[in-house]
């Protein structure tokens, strides 16, 4: 069974840094491209990037180039996103989730099960 | 970047009856790349439709996606007390890969 499992809940302050995790399991992790998609409060999905772990190569949306970064670790089927100065305006629900199939464009299919990050002083 | 846009926002609807929900895309859509996703409260979203109109795994048939080019639809035949939720559409024809705002189907 393909799986993503994301690592737990943080809670920040601002200005700290912070990396979560999506653990990929149940089939060829450098094969397939995997994103981030951010939800914030009773708001919608954003598309934030992708990698493809095979090769590290990292597309963004520029709403979030240069405020994030995507990295993986295909050692152990391990992608992240981190930020190095959190603000209040990061909180929110971040779910990573792999290309439904072994090419660029694609939908996502699986999901993780969400990581929420909470960002107060 | 290619903005989606979603319609109605909300639809009001009783379970049996039909659900039709738009996604209008600002330019086409390259080889009809445009998926649909439903996400219920507390839980991730999952992808119904991809390319347009295929079913994705274990999806009932009461769910259906048509379209091409700007406009694309998601119909669901008869509405299940399951499948009150929020939908989604994503084009994944060029980056970003963008959502649109959703489509929230409540009970009447």
């Known amino acids: 069974e393909v799986q993503l499992v994301q690592s737990g809940a943080e809670v920040k302050k601002p200005g700290e840094s912070l990396k979560i995790s999506c653990k990929g399991s149940?089939?060829?992790?450098?094969?397939?491209?995997i994103g981030w998609v951010r939800q914030m409060p009773g708001k919608g999905l954003e598309w934030m990037g992708i990698?493809?772990?095979?090769?590290?190569?990292?597309r963004y949306s520029p709403s979030f180039r240069g405020q994030v970064t995507i990295s993986a670790d295909k050692s152990i089927s391990t992608a992240y996103l981190q930020w190095s100065s959190l603000k209040a305006s990061d909180t929110a629900m971040y779910y990573c989730?792999?290309?439904?199939?072994?090419?660029?464009?694609?939908?996502?299919?699986?999901w993780g099960q969400g990581t929420l990050v909470t960002v107060s002083s | 970047e290619i903005v989606l846009t979603q319609s109605p926002g909300t639809l009001s609807l009783s379970p049996g009856e039909r659900a039709t929900l738009s996604c209008r895309a600002s330019?086409?859509?390259?080889?009809?790349?445009l998926a649909w996703y439903q996400q219920k409260p507390g839980q991730a979203p999952r992808l119904l439709i991809y390319?347009?109109?295929s079913r994705a795994t274990g999806i009932p048939e009461r769910f259906s996606g048509s379209g091409s080019g700007t406009d694309f639809t998601l119909t669901i035949s008869r509405l299940e007390p399951e499948d009150f939720a929020v939908y989604y559409c994503?084009?994944?024809?060029?980056?970003?890969?963008?959502f649109g705002p959703g489509t929230k189907v409540d009970i009447k």
């Open positions: 989730a792999r290309h439904s199939g072994s090419g660029y464009s694609r939908s996502f299919d699986p």
């Open positions: 990698i493809y772990p095979g090769d590290s190569d990292t």
């Open positions: 994503q084009q994944y024809g060029g980056s970003p890969f963008t």
């Open positions: 330019q086409s859509v390259s080889s009809s790349y």
């Open positions: 390319g347009a109109s």
């Open positions: 149940g089939y060829s992790f450098t094969s397939y491209w």
